[in-house]
């Protein structure tokens, strides 16, 4: 499915000045009717090279033994990691990694479903040893050895009633990317960060790196526009080298930023680590494009973030993500999901909703990313309301989409997608 | 193109106990006639995912001016890696940035056709600053100025034309793989090592890592078999974690190993540094499944390995192996490229004698990979002879293949694809 969302500039940064969004749609369907579904957030043509690398796991799912499937997500996501005639494309990165993570998020998506319970819900009434059990800790033990994760989860679970009750009853915070993408005019910003602090926004995020002057003067707009009390992050898309980084982030500081998001490629460990100490007391946060929990261990091996931020489709899905939120326990790094996309914010909800119930138990630092964006393509949308997600309450991960968003989009046939407007 | 590899295990390690190897094939051509050709080597069905990838690359060469992109290789290889339509499946990783290295090096195979030299000819003859226009130097600046990177060119190119003679006449030293897949038996073991040393290679390899007790039988007899004046290395194919692979090492070690490959997950910096302090002395080697320039750089920051293992289609193609030629240069560290696979024996050389023609200027503790496997697809196979690769001589990567070839082995429509035998 693509959307034209290149029409309004909504999602403009540094590296991707007019992108259309996109997503490569999955549905897991059982004899018995139930289906389960999820996607791969992707840009434009990207979304073709997706599709390929989903149908390519077709095999290993057709026919399969539901119950069975099901009854162990943890080795049914190990499968497909280490099929030898995929591996080869990543390994565990890139194109058929997001794929997998897309099938084990259908997977559990059903699994929920077919539990009658939200997933963060379903994941919270595992026990810690099931829970340990979905984790593939090959390559982690040097930073995180299964007793060790085995105990955060078990200290995790003392209170989780109650919490499960104060989420239902209060939701979680979020925070808004809304007013900042780099293709709004000054005036748009300015109505945008006033509106979210109206709407009771914890912070709000703007996008740089284009130009030092434009963000020093829309970080001044914004700043004004949103008072000292609400928290002020940036974001470069990865658009500068290390030195550069530090340049520019300590030109911007001044406006009392709360992160610096994606200073520098996501591969560089000791870049980040280096930016990090550059620019104190900046904190640095990344994770929207780590390909992977090794790449995450090293990031908090190497005290290089100060906020991990993790995607719901970039990696092997629910199983990878819970080996990445138990890293941030183990670091004690506050975890700040990357959202916006098509339907990210509908399923990384629920990864904080079960950090805070039965690993971390804790909202200090946190915070879900929002972006009011397509939202309405899906039968069960997240929702805001003042400044914080509510609690996700119907079965599943929130990633089902609305068949008549389906039919409307679809690329190239879907009736929004007429001949003169294809890219 | 698909060839059934599995029917004689050849090509079998810790993690493809029995692969299909298979080749994404691309061409390019011009109106004049003259086409460019290279592949990414991959296995079984992954072969469908990254032909899609190459799919979606077409739109960014169709039409274009073939004089502007040849003339400006480096700029047409950023365009590509940049692209913000196609940047979000990596960033710089998995299936779409080896799409996009099998384009940059079919541009490079039509540039040195058209030029009618071999690749490590054409790029050994243009100059420092040309060669330094080609290199993507963003997130390289903290280990590699561009003014570094010229300096070692300048210095690379004194003595360029003697080496160049010397390379003609005498070729640069291999080492052979052939005799230690884990799928062969203790006899084949044997009497492939006494043909690897008869035949004048430098080193033998072998696969390891699935059983200690295989592991140091089939170690002892190939130590053996080749005797003690012909390095033997290792390759565990990223099996271990970090403690295991230095337990397993040590007790590999009193066969005098040249080096441990892959003894963890590719992406672990920090795994890779602690492997290396926990080995010596046999040395660490990696590369083949290292996704970029960025990586590279940390593991020579973090003096993480002893050999650089370039491989031809994981990264962006010839513009991002110049970049790590010039890391390793930077930091002394020797290239002995990953070959074997589907042509990447031919493409490789290429690298190898540019980088002693015109870059480091020594065969010190080098060597390219060889296995003898395939080569006669090719149009201009890679040849050793004596334990040496021969220079290449005929215009062009070395990449194009056999018209019969690509009509026998091509997937699932080939003769050698028979109905029955379909995976």
Redesign the interface.
Known sequence: MRFPTSRNLAGSDA??????YAAAYLAVQCDDGTVGHASV??????N??????I??LE?YLLGRDVEEMLGDLGEASRRLV?E????????????????IGAVVNALFDLASKRAGMPLWRYLAAKSPEELCALVDF?????ALRPTEALDLLRRGAEGKAERIAELEANGYPAYTTGPGWLGYSDERLVELCELAREDGFRQVKLKVGHSIEDDLRRLRLAREAIGDNVGLAVDAN?VW???AAIDWVRRLAQFNLAWIEEP????????HA?VRAGVRPVQVATGE?V??R??F??LL??EAIDIMQIDASRVAGVTENLANLLLAAKFNVPVCPHAGGVGLCEIVQHFSFFDYAALSGTQTARCIEWIDNLHEHFVAPATVVDGRYLAPMSPGASTQMLAESVAEYAYPNGPVWSVSTRS
């Not at 073709?48 to 690398?53: W, Y």
């Open positions: 590296m991707n000045p007019s992108p259309d957030f992707t840009l434009g043509r990207g073709d090279v997706q599709l390929a690398g149908a390519a095999p280490y030898s005639q995929l591996r080869w494309l990543g390994p565990e990165k890139g194109v058929i990694h997001m794929a090959r390559y982690l033990e040097d990865q080298g290390v030195d520098t490629s996501p591969d560089d460990i000791f870049g280096r494009n390909p992977n090794v790449v261990k090293q091996q190497a």
